[in-house]
């Protein structure tokens, strides 16, 4: 059973890695004894695969290996929509993207991909301006390896959910578009402002 409905799904795999490549931070999620491991980390698409590392100490490292079956969910902006800024009657809702992924993950235990795989996950999380430049002559870097786990997950299922008003007139629809980004970029500001004095 598909959920939400088909209206509120994006099967379009380019917007899909648009969310992963916009937003990195995923929730991942393995179960190992019945019990749910899930941790938040960055992950890079890279050729239908997606590449991440973990601190070795993690609990969920062990279990990042050998085709195991993991989930993963990328979370683009969300906000609360008020039925004010509809110009017909609606009652209130809640907006949002999110790409959810299912997949085998695989342990990559050679050094050598490792520390070129950082460096790779920095640049791409240093673009567009590179003002750090992590370099393989890092001494830090290499006394970090020993401490690190790589991964990759090759996906075998896709799911977007991009509730986003879809099934409103165009007028609503654009409406509903501006303010996902005017709360998100003042909902921001506002959090950060009050809980980071």
């Not at 520390?115 to 830090?140: C, G, W």
């Amino acid at each position: 059973m598909n959920y939400p409905p088909k209206h509120h799904q994006d099967n379009d795999q380019n917007h899909m890695i648009e969310v992963i490549k916009a937003y990195p931070l995923a929730t991942v999620i393995s179960v190992y004894d019945n019990q749910p491991l899930i941790t938040h980390l960055p992950l890079v698409y890279e050729n239908g695969k997606l590449i991440g590392h973990i601190d070795k100490f993690n609990p969920q490292a062990a279990v990042l290996k050998d085709d195991n079956p993991v989930t993963i969910i990328f979370s683009g902006p969300n906000c609360y929509i008020s039925p004010s800024i509809y110009s017909t009657t609606q009652l209130p809702t809640w907006n949002y993207i999110k790409v959810h992924l299912k997949g085998k993950v695989k342990a990559i235990e050679s050094k050598i991909a490792l520390k070129q795989s950082l460096i790779t996950m920095t640049k791409f999380l240093e673009a567009p301006e590179h003002k750090y430049v992590l370099t393989p002559d890092n001494p830090r870097l290499d006394r970090s390896l020993d401490y690190i786990k790589m991964f990759e997950i090759t996906i075998t299922d896709w799911e977007g959910k991009f509730k986003l008003s879809q099934d409103k007139k165009p007028r609503d629809i654009n409406n509903a578009k501006q303010e996902l980004i005017r709360t998100n970029q003042e909902s921001i500001e506002q959090f950060v402002n009050a809980v980071f004095k």
